[in-house]
């Protein structure tokens, strides 16, 4: 996550070191940042600082540094699943979930075939914690793709805002070039009434 961090702080310049202490003064229990908390602090941060005239405005930054920052955890996120590391990493959990099954499987038919001692017992007791080690692989992969559908859906509502900011600036245009065509409309008409 680091690495998306320091590329996303390098598009505000000047703005690094606030832009870094945001980030990591939402890092929770998992290590990770609160992103949509992440968000809400750069995008006051960005909103704060002094624009020029003719810059866009400093609210308009600071809602496109939000999305920027949605945007590169969404990445880092889905990097550390699909990247390079990410495969190795799950390949590594199927080769361990796989034969943890092939233990439980072959201890199990080998059970079948022994009279009850105590290695049976003991066989009962490798399954159990084989079972537990797949349980485990489950819950863990259960979490990141959690992760990663939380991360997306705050990438859709950015894209939704994205679209209902189109539609409001098309609708306020669409309005001002009928006021300006009914401004016409009456100029013209008062010009000819005035005429003899």
Not at 34 to 46: A, F, Q, Y
Not at 174 to 187: E, W
Request: aromatic share 4%; no cysteine; hydrophobic share 35%.
């Amino acid at each position: 996550m680091n690495e998306y961090k320091e590329e996303f702080s390098k598009q505000w310049e000047g703005l690094n070191s606030d832009i870094k202490a945001a980030i990591d003064s939402t890092v929770g229990d998992l290590g990770i940042p609160d992103p949509l908390e992440s968000g809400k602090k750069i995008r006051g941060i960005v909103e704060g600082r002094e624009v020029d005239l003719v810059q866009t405005s400093s609210q308009a930054q600071g809602r496109d540094a939000q999305r920027s920052w949605n945007q590169s955890y969404t990445y880092s996120l889905s990097q550390s699943v699909l990247g390079g590391d990410g495969q190795k990493t799950q390949a590594r959990e199927i080769e361990v979930g796989n034969d943890a099954v092939q233990t439980s499987s072959d201890l199990s038919d080998e059970a079948q075939n022994d009279v009850i001692t105590q290695d049976i017992l003991k066989k009962m007791a490798v399954q159990n914690v084989q079972s537990v080690s797949l349980q485990k692989l489950l819950q863990s992969e259960e979490q990141k793709q959690t992760r990663l559908m939380a991360a997306a859906g705050i990438n859709l509502s950015d894209m939704s805002s994205r679209l209902d900011e189109q539609s409001r600036r098309e609708q306020a245009q669409s309005n001002s070039s009928a006021v300006q065509i009914l401004n016409t409309a009456a100029f013209a008409d008062a010009f000819w009434e005035k005429r003899p």
